[in-house]
């Protein structure tokens, strides 16, 4: 937070950032402010005019926008609570952008979270004068006009962009963030305004279609039904959705994000607004990991391929670990910090037959300065502050010195096949995972465990910042538990005592053990926003992101 000033809204004096706009000074006074073309992380374009203040000046009060203006010491601003210059003119706004617009509420995939709708509530609530014989203008391009039943021009609707996103012509606003998206964050221009005046209309550039890694954001900032993804078109009516805060698992950046479900299901995966981390931003193949939550997930245990309850594939893995003379134990950085100090827990308990492993044979991609950071191992850094080697290379050398391996949520054998050939000559092993992938096929003993969108648990991203997973209520099968969970079960049979892992407080005093940054660090500290720690050790690749 910058430096602190005092302004005077509504005649009351506030205590304001000046660092920021004043549309936001006036969000943390207590006098929210309506808008749409403002968006805190985009530059500012100030051409829908709906967050317009009074400002006393020089020469006296003056409508202005507060999107572009900035705070200064004794500024006296007036907001709708008390200037009825500010009430008419947002009515105005509201009037004009209504005047032409499609009655689509009823079907449009936004109506519950379109900010339209929202603002006609607050500023608007003005009667129509258009006359009935009068019809909408509607917006939309010679290309894709069309004429309905009742003889009426419409404009395009139902518009395939490309891929990932369907446009609705006529129900655009002309707020422009989406064209600054591409523009400005997605540093591709595929959408852009032609036609002028009232005339113009969204669309792409001739014969081209809207494909971008991270075109799907531009569905979320959109404030009207104009621009919908895909994959949650008609879905789901939004206002039935409930949200769980998390954060992404396929990067080490950690792009925070919820977890939106209802009915035991879940609908999307949406960005959640970290400016340290994320911004406001996801990129398409994390938001649509929510389509294998449900996909080609394991439910039941296995031994030596034949089904087996989870209890006896635990009891079978607890055994092979017991009676293993030397014992491969492979951590991985897919996995929480707290699955991974229970693995470490385990090979202490193990003594000396127990070795452990790390690192990943997935490549490093550059970090796109977005939402990646270019590693696809989301907790590398917490292996590393735990001291664990990248040394995956070494147990396919050395393959052959064990009886037994323990492979934790990593998939080897579909990251490097060769490689993990190798690992065939341990004669037993034991596979914890979320889903029927190649390494479980591979297994002799197949444990099933919770995923990612099913535990609370921590990850440190490549910035030095511990975040949160949190627990969506919404799991494939309700018995099934967290990595740490069933080691502590599995170690129960293969040592003379368990892990005494008995709840989440048990095992995070495992991972302050395990990593000093940590050691004075509870989970109520994090918050939703993580926490950065002072580390020692140097960061990983991509952290610039």
Known sequence: MGEMITINVDGVDREVDKDQPLIEALGQAGAPT??????????????????????????????????????????????????????????????????????????????????????????GRHESRLPEEVEKAYKGGADHRFTDTKGVSRGGKHIDLGPTIILDQERCILCDRCTRFMRDVAGDEQLYIAGRGDHAYITTFPGEPLDHAYDLNTTDICPVGALTGKDFRFQQRVWFLKKTNSIAPDDSLGANLTIEHHRGKVWRLMPRRNP????????????LLYQELDRNRLTAGAINGAPATLGESMMAAGKALAKAGRVALVASGHLTCEDNAALLALAARLGEKAEVFAGSWLPIGEADGIARSGDPVANRRALQLMGLPDNLDALVERAAEFDTLLVIGHDLWQAAPEKAQALEVIQERV?????????????????????????????????????????????????????????????????????ALASQTSVWAQVQSRIAALADVQYRHIGPLGLPLTVNAPSLVGAEA
């Open 431 to 499: 596979v914890l995972d979320s889903w029927n992938n190649p390494s479980a096929k591979a297994a002799t003993i197949v444990v099933p465990v919770r995923c990612w969108a099913e535990i609370r648990g921590t990850m440190i991203n490549c910035q030095d910042r511990i975040q949160m997973l949190n627990a969506c209520p919404v799991c494939i099968n309700d018995e099934l538990e967290a990595v740490w969970q069933v080691l502590d079960r599995i170690s129960g049979h293969a040592c003379d005592a368990p892990l």
């Open 34 to 123: 309506p808008n749409f073309c403002y968006h805190p992380d985009l530059k500012v374009a100030g051409n829908c005019r709906i967050c317009l203040v009074e400002v006393e000046g020089p020469r006296g009060p003056a409508l202005m926008i507060s999107c572009h203006l900035r705070p200064a010491p004794g500024m006296k601003v007036r907001t709708e609570a008390s200037s009825e210059k500010v009430v008419k003119a947002r009515k105005g706004v509201m009037e004009f952008l209504l005047v032409n617009h499609p009655l689509d509420c009823p079907i449009c995939d936004k109506a519950g979270e379109c900010t339209l709708q929202e603002h006609y509530m607050t500023s």
């Open 276 to 287: 340290e981390v994320n911004k406001s931003w996801i990129h398409n193949e994390t938001r």
